[in-house]
């Protein structure tokens, strides 16, 4: 695979990640001002957030100081050289990161020294599906630590919230997640659920659910209906924006499930912050931009 365009257009989409908030998410802020009183905590947070966003956006400066973790899930065809996209990926993290886009945000875990480029083991994460299409999908994940800390997987039953087997069991570990988060996490945030897996694809699988719009719904009709009960339960826990108090704790909710072996039930809850930072490009075969996407 010759450079082509490829480098400087994964250049473009962490750029692009990095300093614009997606509109689904801005639109969900937006309407969850709305259900704040104009006195509140909850207001000025929200407000704020906006006017945080409008000034990345116009500045072309990162949303927040945290960059977070950078995953890369590409979609690519039969017979594609992934070890080449890798090596262009990095490039242009590496530039980003020198041109401050990302900030120098990757640490060597034993000894604590810090990769300048956040080039290190496992940075950024790559995740791989072979499509039908000849072009190139690639969608980006920012996601922050102080989000990443707040997730929790549970494993049912769990007697200490009286959590069986079952859709409530479930429920009742999402509450217990956003309960225990309050407004750590940068609430208003949006939660992944994966329900059965293991632990490594639970996880995994939870993440990747942040690349779904925020007002769809899950195609399987008993999840998108714990989802809409989750939404009206969490306005009732009374978080609010970064805990704060007020109405809005979480922006979404998105569940999924996936099969398991009969000895284990876990449920995986992962967080994201309101600096979700989430874009995605259609690259063709010389990696020249097809389309952005969200
Ligand atoms: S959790 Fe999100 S909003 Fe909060 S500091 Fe981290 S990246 Fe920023």
């Given amino acids: 695979m010759r450079n ?5 257009n994964l250049f473009e989409l962490i750029r ?3 300093v614009d908030l997606p509109s689904d998410v801005e639109a969900g802020i937006k309407r969850a001002l709305k259900k704040e009183r104009k006195d509140s905590h909850a207001y000025w947070v929200l407000e704020t957030i906006l006017e945080n966003a409008a000034i990345s956006r116009r500045n072309d400066t990162p ?6 973790t950078l995953t890369f899930y590409f979609g690519v065809p039969v017979g594609f050289d992934t070890n080449a996209i890798v090596a262009h990926t990095r490039a242009a993290v590496a530039k980003a990161t020198r041109q401050g886009y990302l900030r120098q945000n990757t640490i060597d875990s ?3 020294a810090s990769y300048d ?4 083991s496992a940075s950024p994460v790559f995740v791989f599906q072979q499509q039908a299409r000849k072009k190139v999908e690639v969608r ?3 996601k922050g630590g102080g989000s990443e800390n707040v997730g929790l997987q549970y494993s049912l039953p769990d007697f200490s919230i009286n959590a069986n087997r079952d859709l409530e069991g479930v429920r009742r570990c999402i509450l217990d997640a956003v309960w225990r988060a309050q407004g750590n996490g940068c609430a208003p945030g949006v939660v992944g659920v994966c329900v059965g897996g293991d632990r ?3 996880y995994k699988q939870s993440k990747e659910l942040f690349l779904r719009r925020l007002p769809d719904r899950s195609r399987v009709k008993a999840l998108a209906r714990l989802e809409e009960r989750i939404m009206k339960d969490v306005e009732k826990l009374g978080i609010g924006p970064m805990g704060l108090g007020g109405r809005t704790t979480l922006l979404g909710v998105k569940i999924d499930a996936l099969s398991r072996l009969p000895a284990s039930f876990f449920v995986t809850v992962s967080y994201m912050c309101w600096a979700f930072r989430r874009r995605g ?6 990696g020249g931009v097809h389309r952005w996407l969200y």
């Avoid at 082509?4 to 400087?8: A, L, R, S």
């Avoid at 480029?117 to 290190?120: C, E, F, K, P, V």
């Avoid at 490009?281 to 010389?286: C, K, N, P, R």
């Fill in 281 to 286: 490009v259609l690259l063709g075969s010389e």
């Fill in 140 to 142: 980006l994940i920012m």
């Fill in 63 to 68: 949303l927040c100081q945290d960059t977070g």
């Fill in 110 to 112: 034993v000894s604590g």
């Fill in 16 to 18: 692009r990640t990095s």
């Fill in 117 to 120: 480029t956040n080039i290190g």
């Fill in 4 to 8: 082509g365009h490829w480098e400087k």
């Fill in 200 to 202: 490594a694809t639970g």
